[in-house]
């Protein structure tokens, strides 16, 4: 059986695939910096036989592989099915003591990037020694930048990505640490937020301390515009769209204990659903800002730096990641998602191209669990093999069942 067959193949070369991630994980490279990791791919791909194109959208890599088995259908011949891995790491300084912990201080792969971009590599190698299995194309997209506006994808198709071939499919999965490994999960329709980034300046009046009746204090109003702000989620969204609101950062500018500073500056995230609502927030933002600001002697300026829509998972492709995963790790060990507010730049395909965007389990049962972004991400190393696996075995049914559709 062809899943039999897979499997044998993503145990022979388990460790390889290892060895590879913990090469990753040893050079991560920030985002819109990933030239070591571009070449390393690059490397990879060409001793499989492959001809890589590097550098589109900067520091991203492509491939394509064809199918040998025979077809006189000329559709199933040009038909593509794309997947797609991200591999920048994050600015956090490691703590996991791992002997193969981060070589470069203050860089750390903590959002599984590195685990991401082997799984794939070990796919493409399983999948070259069965070409004889499918008809079609199956084309390879590592994708920098994942973690930095504008956002990988979009950089790589504004660089030509699809003018040649536009896929038909495309699926890409991350690493869920909260998820035992040997589990999968998927979610159709909505699935991840979209997200943009707030950058207010609250310019007051500074002063003395202790006079504070000739100044305007952009700290106060700082702290007015933040609890007004709630009202956004609160009376403004409605009920059944989820939608979260957070201004991580205020900072002065220039104050001290008996100083009041002429300025502060505080930054933050919206994410939501549904793009009307989000234009709207906005808006409301904006005047919640301003108008607080005006009404208190203040002014304030705001930044809406627009990030990444929400991911949209197709019916179809997302139904057959299921099928799939249930066939090749059991259903018990399948799960349908909840909504999560996170967000992620696979939204501009899934834009573009039907998609899923799925979960693969990382936790080793019976160990803290260490959640994603943080210094002491761990990765059941077992999840790989079981990665490479299931990501060959859905790209090779993903082309078969064009005929069925």
Known sequence: MLIDRIKELAHAQREEVIEWRRWMHRHPDLSQEEYGTMEFVAERLRAMGLEPKTGIGRTGVTALLKGDKETGDQEIRQYCVALRSDYDALPITECTGLPFASEKPGVMHACGHDMHTCSLLGAIKILIQLKDQFSGTLMFIFEPSEEKYPGGARMMMEDGLFDDITPNEIYSFHCLPEMDCGKVGMRKGKYMASTDELYWTV??????????????????????????????????????????????????VGGRTNIIPDTVKMEGIIRTFDEKWRLEAHEKIRKISTGVAEAMGAECELFIDYGYPYVFNDD??????????????????????????????????????????????????GTPFSNLHRPNLMVDERSLELANGLIAYNAIMALQNKIKR
């Open 203 to 252: 310019k007051g009046l500074g002063g003395h301390g202790a006079t504070p009746h000739l100044s305007v204090d952009p700290i106060v109003v700082a702290s007015h515009i933040v609890i007004a702000l709630q009202q956004v989620v609160s009376r403004n969204a409605a009920p059944m769209m989820p939608t979260v609101l957070t201004i991580g950062k205020i900072q002065e």
């Open 316 to 365: 179809a492709c997302t139904q057959q990641v299921h099928d799939n995963a249930c066939a090749y790790v059991g259903e018990e060990n399948v799960e349908w998602l909840d909504l999560r507010m996170t967000a992620e730049d696979f939204a501009f395909f899934a834009q573009k191209i039907p998609a899923c965007y799925f979960r693969i389990g990382i936790h080793e049962p």
